[in-house]
C-alpha cells in the first residue's frame, strides 16, 4: 500500500502572489478592518468578509490559515499605515518636532489615542497578540518589528547599540500598557503617565550628546 502525500493547506506566501492575488490579499484585508470597526472582533466571520470584500470564501482560505491570520494581518496593516503617518507627523527636522524626548512622547501619545478613537482595533491587536494560530503569531511579530523601526526613525541621534535596544525596550512597554489598557487594568490617564515616564527615564543618557 503506498503512502498517501500530505496536502499543503499552509496559505500561499505574499512573496509568491501575483499582482492580482495580492490585489485580492488588500481587499480582505480592507473589509476586515471596516468590520472589526463597525462591529467589533467577535462577531466578525470568514464569511462576512468574503461577502464584504467579493473575495469567494474558499479563495480567502488560500490567503489566509483562519480567521485569526487574517484579523492579524489587518491589525497589523492598520498598525503599519498609522506608525508610518506618526513617524512622518514626529520626523527630526521637522520644526515642531521638538528635543529627541518629545518626539517619541508625542510619537506614542497620538499612537494611543489612535486606539482610543478605534477601541476595537485595540482589543483586535491584544486578542491577535494571544492567537495560538502560527501564522497569526508571524503577523503579530512583524507588528513589533514595524513598531522599533518607526521609533528608530525618530531617534536619528542615539548611539549603537542604544538604537536598537531603546526602540525595543519603548515598543514593549507600549505594548504594554496597552494591553493593560483594553483589559480594564489602567486607565488611559495613568498609561499615558507611565508611558512618558518610560520613555524620559531611557533617553535621559542620551540627551547630553544628541
Do not use: C, N
Amino acid at each position: 500500500m503506498g503512502l498517501v502525500s500530505k496536502v499543503d493547506l499552509s496559505p500561499r506566501p505574499v512573496e509568491a502572489m501575483s499582482p492580482r492575488q495580492l490585489e485580492r490579499r488588500r481587499s480582505l484585508i480592507a473589509a476586515a478592518v471596516q468590520l472589526v470597526s463597525e462591529i467589533g472582533v467577535e462577531r466578525v466571520q470568514m464569511k462576512l468578509v468574503s461577502e464584504r470584500s467579493g473575495v469567494a470564501l474558499g479563495t480567502a482560505y488560500r490567503y489566509f490559515s483562519s480567521k485569526d491570520h487574517l484579523l492579524a494581518a489587518a491589525v497589523a496593516e492598520w498598525w503599519r499605515q498609522l506608525l508610518t503617518d506618526l513617524a512622518a507627523e514626529t520626523r527630526p527636522g521637522r520644526a515642531d518636532a521638538g528635543a529627541m524626548e518629545d518626539r517619541v512622547v508625542t510619537f506614542v501619545h497620538r499612537g494611543l489615542r489612535a486606539f482610543q478613537r478605534q477601541p476595537h482595533m485595540a482589543h483586535l491587536l491584544v486578542s491577535a497578540a494571544v492567537s495560538t494560530d502560527p501564522f497569526a503569531s508571524e503577523a503579530v511579530e512583524r507588528m513589533a518589528r514595524v513598531g522599533q523601526e518607526s521609533l528608530s526613525a525618530i531617534l536619528p541621534e542615539l548611539p549603537d547599540p542604544a538604537r536598537s535596544v531603546v526602540p525595543h525596550l519603548i515598543d514593549s512597554a507600549w505594548q504594554g500598557e496597552l494591553i493593560a489598557w483594553v483589559t480594564g487594568r489602567t486607565t488611559l490617564a495613568d498609561a499615558y503617565r507611565r508611558l512618558e515616564d518610560v520613555i524620559r527615564l531611557l533617553l535621559a543618557p542620551y540627551l547630553a550628546v544628541a
